[in-house]
């Protein structure tokens, strides 16, 4: 989580190189979308991405285009495993966020797709969260 401290910035000595990242497991549902002009290889708008493993008790979700850096949504993550409607945990994952307004979308429009992409993505985790 403190690994990206800026844009283009890490924790990084010059001397340093990452090697290797292991992200542990991978069970449960994972959901990612990307909003942007179109199906390309370009800077999205926003994007959000998650993750359901309840029989671990673990949920992620990060927000990509929404602040300086990716971001988490811990309060989000929270709801999402207690099993709180989609509609406060996307209002979450928007208050996580730290959007500007630049020349690919205004402030407001980054929220407001934000809040829509997450309700969906907690409803489908939910519902096609199996073991």
Known sequence: ???????????LQPDELVAAIDIGSTRGNQWFAKLGRRNAMVIAVCSLAGRLDEENGIARIALGSAGPTILRARQAEN?????????????????AARAIGDHRASKEYREHALRIIAGRMSSWLRENNAP
């Open 79 to 95: 709801l999402l495993l207690e099993g709180a409607p989609a509609e406060e945990v996307a209002n979450e994952v928007v208050a």
């Open 1 to 11: 989580d403190d690994f990206l401290v800026g844009p283009k910035t890490t924790l």
